[in-house]
């Protein structure tokens, strides 16, 4: 039976394991306060993801302006010129504007710390956003669909051809160079809306670059019809990427996880470094909150083992999961004890 120690500051095992199962290893055995390596491992990933989502709030605000600004001036050559596919151009980066704004205030929401109303925190809102912003670009590329059927039908020739294509050529590399910048942050704390964000805008930059090659097209050779098609093209870049955020915003915020084959990975990881020890790892799951990962593992101890003996394999666990899979943040470590069949030899109960 297990026995608390005297130094453990919980009145009795019940409210031990209450703690034990909000966070295992949150308390120091002989101090009851924070550990020093679990206090500079909180702090170090807190740091991390708030310089994370710091970097995705300026990244995503700057796209905010530049994006209106291109898109106000392509809407202008666009009356001007009466190309379709710049105009088209012109709300597309409107909408992805819209779409940085609301990846901008999705970020700066999941800074929030975790209260009582959120204990895991807001890192979904995050995702939240993203799904918000795949569905304003579902009903942006069916505008732009429309109207473009509209000027294949009835094509028209393009007035002052060469400013609205140096308008679109110039609107591509700006957009093209934010995106790769985008990207880059977006990857290297793995942040979601951000990802999608960065996804649309490279859509944005090649949008442009196709509507620049439509309009030379249309002017230099007399298809007119092919400013219509570019718009065409821009509207299946938008459902291609609209389709990618709503996938994977959606899996998150159901907490379904991508990648079965991770639990599977942690359970060999725990069995492997700890052979010598009786412990099985009965089950592992995961559960996705955005830009971070939560898991819940199961263990198979001895049931005589003493508390301070586990708590110690408890943080041993921990350690190992986050020194191998970064993006699991929050690790709780359930045991189970072990007993003994017939034979003599130690088995696990059937309990849950």
Do not use: C
Not at 81 to 90: E, L, N, R, Y
Not at 113 to 134: C, D, H, I, M, Q
Not at 221 to 230: K, V, Y
Request: net charge neutral; hydrophobic share 45%; aromatic share 8%.
């Amino acid at each position: 039976m297990l026995q608390p120690f005297p130094t453990l500051k919980y009145d009795d095992l019940d409210s031990y394991l209450v703690k034990l199962l909000d966070d295992p290893f949150a308390v120091d055995v002989q101090h009851g306060s924070p550990t020093a390596a679990e206090t500079a491992r909180s702090s170090s990933s807190s740091s991390s993801m708030s310089e994370g989502l710091k970097a995705g709030q300026q990244i995503a605000k700057i796209s905010v302006i530049t994006l209106v600004a291109i898109g106000i001036v392509e809407l202008v050559v666009g009356q001007i010129s009466g190309s379709i596919v710049a105009t088209a151009d012109g709300i597309d980066s409107l909408s992805d504007a819209m779409i940085s704004l609301i990846v901008f205030v999705g970020l700066y929401l999941a800074t929030r710390p975790a209260n009582k109303r959120f204990p895991f925190g807001y890192y979904k809102v995050e995702s939240f956003a993203a799904l918000l912003a795949a569905i304003g670009m579902v009903a942006i590329g069916a505008f732009i669909l429309y109207h473009s059927y509209e000027s294949f039908v009835n094509p028209h020739r393009i007035e002052q051809p060469v400013l609205t294509m140096v308008v679109l050529a110039s609107a591509g590399g700006v957009s093209l160079h934010r995106a790769l910048q985008m990207r880059k942050i977006a990857r290297k704390y793995d942040l979601l809306s951000l990802k999608t964000d960065a996804k649309n805008s490279i859509k944005d930059g090649s949008a442009s670059i196709i509507g620049f090659v439509s309009v030379l097209v249309a002017s230099q050779f007399g298809f007119l019809q092919m400013d219509a098609i570019g718009g065409m093209i821009i509207a299946g870049y938008i459902f291609s990427v609209a389709y990618f955020s709503l996938r994977q915003s959606s899996l998150t915020l159901v907490d379904a996880w991508q990648n079965p084959g991770t639990s599977d990975k942690v359970k060999q990881l725990i069995e492997s470094k700890f052979q010598a020890e009786p412990v099985k790892v009965r089950s592992v799951f995961l559960r996705p909150t955005g830009m971070m990962a939560h898991a819940e593992v199961h263990l198979e101890v001895d049931g005589d083992k003493k508390l301070q003996d586990f708590e110690s394999l408890s943080f041993q666990v921990q350690s190992l999961i986050r020194s191998k899979f970064r993006l699991i943040d929050r690790i709780s470590v359930i045991p189970h004890p072990l007993t003994f069949d017939g034979g003599g030899k130690k088995k696990g109960t059937t309990t849950a």
